[in-house]
């Protein structure tokens, strides 16, 4: 049984830093391909970045420069670095895994299998 579990959300200052953390047990982030997400009330949840099994990252076009992605294969964690933040960066943040090896859209929600319980951060000006 796959579980997620995401740590290092909070309250920062606008121009701040959070890393977030999404802990796997019964899944391995080498072999496929995972993701974070945000939702922000009323609205719908957006892809954030996304990494597939071979390593290679993309990110919304809202927070390339600012954040990354990255993971630990041998730790099971996957990770989202958050620099520069910005009160619209307000969010519940989830970390999502799939069971494919290369997600293509990797923006759509659909292509995942598992979620996390989220995270919240929130950016204050």
């Known amino acids: 049984q796959v579980q997620l579990v995401e740590s290092g959300g909070g309250s920062v200052q606008a121009g701040g830093s959070l890393r977030l953390s999404c802990a796997a047990s019964?899944?391995?982030?080498?072999?496929?391909?995972a993701a974070w997400f945000r939702q922000a009330p009323g609205k719908e949840r957006e892809g954030v970045a996304g990494i597939d099994s071979y390593g290679s990252t993309n990110y919304a076009d809202s927070v390339k420069g600012r954040f990354t992605i990255s993971k630990d294969n041998a730790k099971k964690i996957l990770y989202l670095q958050m620099n520069s933040l910005k009160p619209d960066d307000t969010a519940m943040y989830y970390c999502?895994?799939?069971?494919?090896?290369?997600?293509?859209?990797?923006?759509?929600?659909?292509?995942?299998?598992?979620w996390g319980q989220g995270t919240q951060v929130t950016v204050s000006s």
């Open positions: 999502a895994t799939s069971t494919l090896r290369y997600c293509g859209t990797w923006w759509r929600p659909i292509k995942y299998n598992y």
């Open positions: 019964g899944y391995t982030y080498s072999n496929y391909c």
